[in-house]
């Protein structure tokens, strides 16, 4: 991928065209041919040669440290002296992804902040946005989730905002980038609903825009590994199917194909459905180990080994278990999950169409799988009476744990440090220097009191983790009922008799014409409805399409009783923002029932819909008969008539802020002239961009 607002010189272009139209993987990073770079380097000065510099150093990032760091101090060295400070942005970044992709995430935090002021300095936003998802993206390795999340929402208003010229600064593919980034720590967080939400958003507005085929199947079995932890099976089968659809265009499709397969098995295995998974596993294996895709093929002849241990077919489960072995053997001397080194380019798994795997995240992962393999090598061989092999799995188990406990305790020492770090970042732009120097010290003396404390830090955040998972079950229960409830008091028996009643009318009066437009919007408002009903979250379009269905219905049935328009703000994007539905209706509907019906003249309402910061505000504003007058003369009508619609919407409000960090907020004012007399009602209510 070439970023935006890098400039490349011709020659390396047509250099590079041929490596970059066959690459699958890694689509949100930048890397080139290092050959063809080393080839035309000898020859160039000035910016020429500072571009191919940084573009080695960005390609080498992932792969080769020391060659990295190398061309990245020689790009930097180069642009000080030509006093070009994108030039030095470029260096500053490709040292950060040095360290991200080592595993030194303070190291990297630094170098990035560093770029992002020299490309906020230099005005240039998009490349603001991308070092902010560099930050951001780090911060979950560190497993930072709340910084995590702070900053991704940070880099995408900047691609919201728009340039000097009104053009929008990320396009669709950016800005649904953005929301497939935190699928991921949605999911890790028990969030899996909210996670559901956005990539379902994501294939939505990939099918609408023809995004690349890889990233929309990929996204498919992404939704499906989402039902799944929500516990909906179906789904998750449906979504893996779907994605079996997409033509065999490239290995990564194929890969991909297969790694669904496996996942399958898994599922079917917990439902008991034991034939299918080993027939799912077989075929996955065979193909993976075919190829040399060794993590794949390693874990689908382990997860075979345990269905026959567990259906007591020693002798398939001895094959599979030493077939595993042989497999995690040859990833332990490789350090990697392939046995080629083409087959790093391929999408796989899933997360490489972003990310590559990092030698530490390998090594940590290969090891973790080491001590559950060789524990089941050591019972199984245990059971069988052959005590030698017994121990020998043993020993090789207890082997594995010491050296999972130091990378584990290693990469945890980092994670703290990161988050401190991080912390400490915060304070210090509030902060004077003299301040900065003595938290430094204090950092340096409380660091091994951090460390030891990393295990209690870890038990909270686990037991914080279950609690909230407990929470949101109960909350996701108490949202279908307030649904359900708002959906009734919506569709109300009186309101369905009156629409029903008018269309009879224009009928009767031989209105034809009238009947089948009020019969039209009157069905289309039905369906939308019952759609939006069971949807936790919908696209503002459609949201704004169902209100102003429900005006226009309202204006046939009750004509000439008011006029209404609706502003939306032009920097909305409506198409990727999500707002809970059905929140301003019973309001609106409330300016017509209890406002207008008894005000003498016409009335009017005026509805907008604008951004205030990280956001969505919506204003009702009507010039009604005001709500003190509106209750008397129901009280005089029906004196136990409560508004039902406008108590549910505020449980509801109050039941989704439970989920929420920013709080939906609601107000309802009562606007009244210099005598104090009723002029009509004001309802304004915000909602937080997620």
Known sequence: MIIKGLKIPVLILFVLLHHISFSQAFNDIEWYDVDSLLKVLPDQTGKDKMHTLNALAASLSFEDKEQCRYYANQALSLAEKLNNQEGVAAAQRNLGRMEFYDGNYPGALNYYQKSHAIYESQRNAYLVAQLLEDIGTTHFFARNFEKTFEIIHEALAVYRSKDSNGKTIGDVRDTMSIYSRVGLPYRMTGQSDIARTIYLNYIYIGIKNNFEITDMMLHNGLLAMCYYELGNNDSAFYYFKQAENYPDANMSIRA???????????????????????????????????????????????????????????????????????????????????????????????????????????????????????????????????????????????????????????RESIEIQTRYESARKDVEIESLSQQNE?????????????????????????????????????????????????????????????????????????????????????????????????????????????????????????????????????????????????????????????????????????????????????????????????????????????????????????????????????????????????????????????
């Open 256 to 410: 991909l194909k297969h790694e669904h397969i496996r996942r399958m098995a898994g599922i079917y295995v917990e439902i008991g459905n034991t034939d299918t998974a080993i027939s799912l596993l077989k075929d996955s294996y065979q193909w993976f180990s075919e190829r040399g895709f060794l993590k794949q093929s390693q874990l689908g002849s382990y997860q075979l080994g345990d269905i026959y241990s567990n259906t007591n077919k020693t002798k398939q489960a001895e094959f599979y278990y030493l077939r595993s072995e042989d497999l995690l053997k040859e990833m332990i001397k490789k350090g990697s999950y392939y046995r080629f080194d083409s087959l790093k380019y391929i999408v796989s798994w899933g997360s490489e169409l972003y990310l590559p795997f990092t030698k530490k995240q390998m090594k940590e992962a290969i090891y973790g799988q080491a001590v559950n393999l060789y524990y089941h090598l050591y019972k199984m061989f245990l059971k069988k009476g052959q005590l030698r092999e017994a121990m020998i799995y043993l020993t090789a188990c207890s082997d594995a744990k010491d050296t999972l406990r130091v990378l584990t305790i290693n």
């Open 438 to 690: 003595l938290k430094e010290l204090k950092l340096a003396q409380n660091r091994w009191i951090l460390i030891g404390l990393g295990g209690l830090v870890i038990l909270i955040i686990l037991l914080a983790m279950i609690l909230t998972r407990q929470n949101k079950i109960r909350n996701r229960q108490q949202t279908l009922m307030f649904q359900q409830r708002l959906l009734r008091t919506q569709m109300n028996p009186h309101f369905l008799f009156n629409s029903l009643a008018s269309i009879q009318n224009f009928i009767i009066k031989e209105k034809p014409a009238l009947a089948s437009d009020y019969l039209s919007r009157f069905s289309k408002l039905v369906r939308q409805i019952l759609k939006n009903s069971v949807e936790e979250y919908v696209p503002l379009e459609d949201e704004i399409n169902s209100i102003e269905n429900y005006l226009e219905l309202q204006k046939v049935r009750h004509r000439d009783m008011f006029e209404y328009t609706i502003d939306v703000d032009d920097s909305i994007d409506l198409e990727t923002t999500l707002v809970p539905p059905m929140l301003a209706q019973p309001f609106i509907e409330n300016s017509i029932e209890h406002g207008f019906k008894l005000k003498e003249d016409k009335g009017y309402m005026k509805i907008c819909i604008e951004m205030k910061g990280k956001m969505i505000r919506f204003e009702i504003e009507d010039d009604g008969i005001g709500r003190d007058k509106a209750k008397q003369i129901r009280q005089s009508q029906n004196k136990d008539h409560s508004s039902m619609s406008t108590d549910i919407t505020q449980k509801r409000i109050s039941v989704l802020n439970k989920k929420l960090k920013r709080k939906i907020t609601l107000d309802i004012i009562d606007l009244k002239d210099e005598y104090g007399k009723a002029i009509g009602t004001k309802v304004v209510f915000e909602i937080p961009l997620f």
